[in-house]
């Protein structure tokens, strides 16, 4: 099975704001492109923090008075933001950008080169999109991966778990060593939760 890498999957066009950014700026950016964070880039484009809705509406109000706001001196990005980011490289395997999520709670990761300049971003959404496939996409490449066992097997797919049985139709079935490895092998497909095989052994003759 090929590993699907972040690079293939992160979103390229990414809305970002800047350390000195006023709080109530950064509040209608995400209203505006209906968005819960964004990285924070200095003058080179380095990630250097990611400031959240939550952030702005908890942390700003918590701890800068209503009349600063009200009178433009509030609280600006770099006081809100998280630092240092959470972040990863392109070439990571998608599976270990998403333990990463999962480690540190964040729904989104900054996608940086080795200078750690922004190049786009992984969403939960984007990574899940590699493993989220419906049921009837999965059984359509799990048949494809089958079709040369023969007509009589029959495929049922619910929830991601693979279900392989007979048919009793058909007599062009791959022997029994060279099927179970096919069946095995169905693991490998995106989106498969788990692969039960209801494939008996013919009983010998009385």
Known sequence: MREHT???????????TTPGTPAQEVARLFGLH????????DDEDRVVGVVSRTDVEQRAARCFPRT????????VVRDLMTSPAVTVHPEQRVKDAARVMER????????????????????????????????????????????????????S??????TVSATGAGSGAAPPDGLAGLVASLWGVDG???VVSALDPPRPSP
Do not use: K, N, W
């Not at 972040?6 to 979103?11: F, K």
């Not at 209906?34 to 880039?41: D, E, F, N, Q, Y």
């Not at 600063?68 to 609280?75: L, T």
């Open 192 to 194: 498969v939760t788990g």
């Open 157 to 162: 797919v619910r929830e991601g778990l693979v």
């Open 68 to 75: 600063d706001m009200a009178e433009g001196s509030g609280p």
């Open 104 to 155: 540190r709670g964040v729904d989104r990761l900054p996608v940086v080169d080795p200078e750690d300049r922004l190049i786009g971003l992984a969403t939960r959404r984007d990574l899940l999109r590699v493993f989220l496939r419906t049921d009837e996409e999965v059984r359509a490449e799990v048949q494809e991966r089958l079709r040369r066992a023969g007509e009589g097997l029959a495929v």
């Open 6 to 16: 972040v690079g293939e999957v992160m979103t390229r066009t990414v809305v970002t």
């Open 34 to 41: 209906r968005i819960g964070a964004v990285p924070v880039l």
